[in-house]
């Protein structure tokens, strides 16, 4: 059976979330490289991650549904600043990422991951974590 890489993570939640919704959505699904990366972090650049891969044959349908996913992820998230639905991952600009890097070229092998946040398209609004919009609680 040939696989093909849908996607890649730097780490196993994120991996096994998506994991799991494709497998509810009845697609089977390969964590390639899952265990190192869990186990050795810092070999995650060296080997491409955690790939989440799926049979040659499923590749159009599981397209279709990450899209849809990923459409769902930014539909609920806004800006708090002016409501925008468009957001950037981005290194942080922090004295400390800069001496993470330092250290990583001095090192060179031993690679440690900076601070990154999430920046608004339309007016530059930063956060360290992704503005969600909180769901009204559903009464019985």
Sequence with gaps: MEL???KTFDQYFSAHILSARLEDAGIQVYLL?????????????AIGGIKLAVAKEDEQAARELLGL???EARSTSHCPNCGGHQFLLLPARKPGNIILAL???IFSGFAVAG?????????GYESELMPVEAKPAENN
Excluded: A, G, M, S
């Design 4 to 6: 093909v890489t849908l």
């Design 33 to 45: 490289d899952e265990h190192t990366v869990t186990i050795d972090p810092i070999l995650t650049n």
């Design 115 to 123: 601070k990154q946040l999430y920046r608004c398209q339309d007016c």
């Design 103 to 105: 250290f990583t070229w």
């Design 69 to 71: 996913y990923e459409e």
